[in-house]
Every structure is written in structure tokens, then in C-alpha cells.
């Protein structure tokens, strides 16, 4: 994880343009409700859950990483992410 950027963006609709996202590369990953502003269901992207699995430890934020690991408890959920992922994510974020 090379940069973190923050963007407060107003979701109207199911699709939501980001505009500093234009015209740059696809970004590592994307966090939606940083700070557990509001409640809504996120579905991470492969990229996106990759870069958890693998930096979760990097959050300094214990609310943010609160909000990711329920949201990925409700992809487990909804069978969009594996159980046994879950827990090896769950144990990783425990020790970070």
C-alpha cells in the first residue's frame, strides 16, 4: 500500500461517479465509509479484498477496521467470500 487518499463523496444512487478517480490508474483498493459515516451494504472488489487480506495490519483506524471486517462478514454472509478466508482475515485483523 503505497498512498492513501481520502475523498468525501456524496452516494446518491446505486453508481456514483468519482471524479479525482478520472483519467488515473485503477487504484489498489477502494474503502467506502471511512469513519462509519453512514450505513449502507459494501461489496468489496477482488482488488480491493486482496489489498485487505494482505495490509489490513496498515490501518491505524479501529473503527474503519471494524466497518471492513462487518462488511465482510456480510459478504460471508450473502456467500460472496469464503468462511475459512473470513477467518484467517478476522485473525489477521485481531493481531494488527
Do not use: A
Not at 491505524?60 to 475459512?84: C, F, H, W
Amino acid at each position: 500500500m503505497k498512498e492513501v487518499i481520502y475523498e468525501n463523496v456524496e452516494v446518491t444512487s446505486d453508481k456514483t461517479h468519482i471524479t479525482m478517480l478520472d483519467n488515473v490508474p485503477q487504484p489498489d483498493g477502494i474503502i467506502l465509509n471511512v469513519g462509519d459515516w453512514c450505513y449502507f451494504k459494501q461489496v468489496f472488489d477482488s482488488n480491493t479484498l486482496h489489498l485487505l487480506e494482505h495490509h489490513v495490519q496498515n490501518l491505524k483506524n479501529n473503527l474503519t477496521k471494524s466497518v471492513i471486517l462487518r462488511d465482510i462478514y456480510e459478504m460471508v454472509r450473502d456467500g460472496k467470500y469464503s468462511p475459512s478466508k473470513f477467518i484467517q482475515f478476522s485473525s489477521n485483523w485481531v493481531s494488527s
